[in-house]
C-alpha cells in the first residue's frame, strides 16, 4: 500500500486509504459494480494489504466511469475512484493500456482530439453561424467539447446554443482551430503527464491570452476540469446551461413559443455529483412555455451514470449486455416523458444510442437541453 499512497502523492492524487474503514458504501453505490467485476471495496482492502494482482489482468480498472458515487458515499472522505485513476496510471506508465484508450490519447496528441479528426476540421460546425474568433475580443468565450464539434449528434446542440447566446445578446467568441481538448477524461485515464505537460500547460495560457471574462462549455468535463484543474486566473467558468438560467432570470432570454412535449431531465455526473448543478437545468426546462416537466426516481445526487466518462467513451468495457444506459432510457420511458433531456454530449451519444438498440426511439427522443430551449425563441424548431 506504501507504494500506491507515495505513487498517488507524487502525481498529485488526494488519497488516503488508511481512512477505509470497510464499510461497503462505495461497492454499495457503484452502478458499474452492478454489471462488472469491479469491487472498489475490495479493491481498497487488497491495496491496504498490499494483495492486488498482476494490474494488467484487472481489466474492470477500465470499467469506472470516474462517476464519482463511491466519493460522494464515502463517509471518511477516503476518494477511492482517485486510488483507480492512480492504478490506471501505473498502467499507463507501462505502456499497458487498451487499444482504443491509446488511439484515442493518439488522437489528441496529434490533432487536439480523441476522435483523431483533422484539427482544421474543429471548427465546420460554426460555418454560418457568424461566431467570431475569440483573438477579436470578446466578454464570453464558448469552448466546444471536442463531440460538441466533431459529432455529427452533438453538432445540433452546439448550433443551437450559439444562436440562443447570440438572441441574448451575448458578445460571444470561440477557439476555432486552436481549440484543442480539455483533458479531463485524459486524467481520468491515468495519463497524467499528458494532462499537466500539454493539455493544462499550453491550454490554460491559450485561454487566459483572450482576455474573456467568462468561459462557457458545452460539456460538464470541460466545465469540470476548466473550474478545478486548470487553476485559471480572473475567469469564471460557466456550464451552458448555468448561463441560460442566469440569462432567463436576468431578463436578457425570453422564450415565447410553446413546446407541447413531457420532457424528463438526466443529471450528467460531472455537473451533478461532482459540482452540485442541478438546479439550473431544471429552471430553464421549466422556463419553455407548454412544456410538461417529469422526473424520474433516480435524479440529482442519486442519478444513473450514462458510462460515457473515465474514458469509457473510449472503451468498450467488459459488460456490454447490460448497460446503466439502457436501464435509464427505460426509467425515462417510465415517467410517460416523450423527450429525455440532456446536458452533455457524452450524455447524448450514450442515451441515445441506448434508446436505439432498446427499440426505444419512437417513444422517446433524446435530445439536449439547448435543442428545446431554440425551439422555444421559434429559431429551429
Same mark, same amino acid.
Given at each position: 500500500?506504501?507504494?500506491?499512497?507515495?505513487?498517488?502523492?507524487?502525481?498529485?492524487?488526494?488519497?488516503?486509504?488508511?481512512?477505509?474503514?470497510?464499510c461497503g458504501k462505495c461497492s454499495g453505490g457503484c452502478p458499474v459494480s452492478i454489471t462488472t467485476a469491479l469491487n472498489i471495496r475490495f479493491l481498497v482492502y487488497e491495496s491496504l494489504l498490499d494483495a492486488l494482482p498482476e494490474?494488467?489482468?484487472?481489466?474492470?480498472?477500465?470499467?469506472? *466511469? @470516474? !462517476?464519482?458515487?463511491? %466519493?460522494? &458515499?464515502?463517509?471518511?472522505?477516503?476518494?477511492?475512484? $482517485?486510488?483507480?485513476?492512480?492504478?490506471?496510471?501505473?498502467?499507463?506508465?507501462?505502456?499497458?493500456?487498451?487499444?482504443?484508450?491509446g488511439e484515442a490519447l493518439m488522437g489528441i496528441f496529434r490533432q487536439g482530439n480523441p476522435l483523431g479528426l483533422a484539427r482544421e476540421d474543429r471548427a465546420l460546425?460554426?460555418?454560418?453561424?457568424?461566431?467570431?474568433?475569440?483573438?477579436?475580443?470578446?466578454?464570453?468565450?464558448?469552448?466546444?467539447?471536442c463531440y460538441s464539434a466533431y459529432d455529427v449528434q452533438s453538432q445540433p446542440a452546439t448550433k443551437a446554443l450559439v444562436r440562443i447566446l447570440h438572441a441574448a445578446g451575448v458578445d460571444l467568441g470561440y477557439?476555432?482551430?486552436?481549440? *484543442? @481538448? !480539455?483533458?479531463?477524461? %485524459?486524467? &481520468?485515464?491515468?495519463?497524467?503527464a499528458m494532462f499537466? $505537460?500539454?493539455?493544462?500547460?499550453?491550454?490554460?495560457?491559450?485561454?487566459?491570452?483572450?482576455?474573456?471574462?467568462?468561459?462557457?462549455?458545452?460539456?460538464?468535463?470541460?466545465?469540470?476540469?476548466f473550474k478545478n484543474e486548470y487553476g485559471l486566473e480572473g475567469i469564471e467558468?460557466?456550464?451552458?446551461?448555468?448561463?441560460?438560467?442566469?440569462?432567463?432570470?436576468?431578463?436578457?432570454?425570453?422564450?415565447?413559443?410553446?413546446?407541447?412535449?413531457?420532457v424528463t431531465y438526466h443529471d450528467p455526473c460531472f455537473l451533478g455529483k461532482q459540482n452540485k448543478v442541478f438546479d439550473e437545468p431544471r429552471a430553464v426546462l421549466r422556463a419553455i412555455p407548454g412544456l410538461n416537466f417529469v422526473e424520474m426516481d433516480r435524479i440529482r445526487e442519486r442519478s444513473l451514470c450514462c458510462e460515457g466518462g473515465g474514458g469509457r467513451m473510449w472503451f468498450e468495457g467488459t459488460n456490454t449486455e447490460d448497460r446503466?444506459?439502457?436501464?435509464?432510457?427505460?426509467?425515462?420511458?417510465?415517467?410517460?416523458?416523450?423527450?429525455?433531456?440532456?446536458?452533455?454530449?457524452?450524455?447524448?451519444?450514450?442515451?441515445?444510442?441506448?434508446?436505439?438498440v432498446k427499440g426505444l426511439e419512437e417513444q422517446l427522443k433524446v435530445m439536449d437541453i439547448s435543442e428545446l430551449v431554440v425551439q422555444a425563441l421559434g429559431d429551429g424548431g
Open positions: 500500500m506504501q507504494d500506491i499512497q507515495q505513487f498517488a502523492n507524487e502525481i498529485g492524487l488526494d488519497l488516503d486509504l488508511l481512512a477505509c474503514i470497510q494490474l494488467v489482468h484487472m481489466e474492470e480498472l477500465w470499467d469506472c *466511469t @470516474c !462517476c464519482f458515487t463511491c %466519493v460522494e &458515499r464515502c463517509p471518511k472522505d477516503v476518494r477511492p475512484a $482517485e486510488l483507480i485513476i492512480t492504478l490506471r496510471n501505473q498502467l499507463v506508465e507501462s505502456g499497458k493500456i487498451p487499444g482504443t484508450i460546425w460554426a460555418e454560418g453561424l457568424d461566431v467570431k474568433p475569440a483573438r477579436e475580443g470578446c466578454d464570453t468565450l464558448l469552448f466546444t467539447c477557439l476555432g482551430t486552436e481549440e *484543442t @481538448c !480539455c483533458g479531463n477524461e %485524459v486524467k &481520468r485515464v491515468g495519463e497524467k499537466d $505537460e500539454m493539455l493544462v500547460e499550453e491550454g490554460k495560457a491559450l485561454l487566459e491570452s483572450v482576455g474573456a471574462r467568462c468561459i462557457v462549455t458545452t460539456s460538464p468535463h470541460c466545465y469540470n476540469t467558468v460557466l456550464h451552458y446551461t448555468q448561463v441560460l438560467a442566469r440569462l432567463l432570470e436576468e431578463g436578457q432570454l425570453k422564450l415565447s413559443v410553446p413546446v407541447e412535449k413531457t446503466l444506459a439502457f436501464q435509464r432510457v427505460q426509467e425515462a420511458v417510465d415517467t410517460g416523458a416523450e423527450v429525455l433531456a440532456v446536458a452533455c454530449p457524452f450524455c447524448l451519444a450514450m442515451l441515445a444510442d441506448a434508446a436505439k
